[in-house]
């Protein structure tokens, strides 16, 4: 629930521990966790989690929004401890973990995602500016190829994370997205001009006479 006055410190705990609560559920594939449920995790009673979340799945949507934010508060924080190269390593396998999360929440994330929310427009937008961010300063380092954008980036990691739907895919997903950064590592291709073609000399016919 919205409110334009900051919380106290004791229902900012509780607001948090639902979150955590809520997380740890969809995290462990529990879809279906009922509000009772996640209330009596976070040591709350289910009116507390109302008045903080109207419905089951604001409270989901607020979980979801949460997680966009850490990951898109990781970039700056990553490449002030590492590398270029090494910041968007570490971003890559962020998304990928971030995906495990989408697993759990999946069933309950189809009916906010039939809604108008605009929360995973943002989020998509969000993640790839922050993609973005990291490739640029990779190829200002010259180590990383500068001819990708964060989005279309953001598109090659949708791809491996849909693979969720296996099991046992998180490893697999880990290791196609090492190989994805060893493909960014490499210079883009340079165009050559095409070579001309050259034409050999008519030949002489055995009737022509020698000047």
Not at 13 to 41: Q, Y
Not at 93 to 109: F, I, R, T
Not at 150 to 161: E, S, W
Request: proline share 4%.
């Amino acid at each position: 629930m919205s409110s334009s006055r900051p919380l106290r410190a004791d229902a900012r705990r509780n607001r948090e521990a639902l979150l955590a609560a809520a997380r740890a559920a969809f995290l462990a594939g529990d879809t279906d966790a009922h509000v009772e449920e996640i209330a009596r995790s976070a040591g709350v009673a289910v009116g507390t989690l109302y008045r903080h979340f109207e419905t089951r799945e604001a409270l989901i949507e607020e979980v979801y929004r949460k997680e966009v934010d850490d990951l898109c508060a990781a970039p700056e924080r990553l490449l002030d401890h590492h590398t270029p190269q090494e910041a968007l390593s570490r971003f890559l396998l962020l998304l990928v973990d971030h995906a495990a999360v989408g697993k759990g929440m999946s069933v309950a994330l189809e009916s906010i995602m039939a809604s108008d929310s605009p929360v995973f427009d943002d989020a998509r937008a969000r993640m790839g500016a922050a993609l973005t961010r990291l490739l640029d300063a990779g190829a200002a380092a010259g180590t990383v190829r500068d001819d990708v954008s964060g989005p279309t980036l953001l598109r090659a990691l949708g791809g491996i994370c849909a693979m969720r739907v296996r099991d046992g895919w998180l490893d697999e997903a880990r290791q196609i997205t090492s190989l994805l950064l060893d493909g960014l590592r490499h210079s883009a291709p340079t165009r050559t001009a095409p070579k001309a073609v050259r034409h050999a000399a008519p030949a002489r016919s055995k009737m022509s006479h020698e000047p």
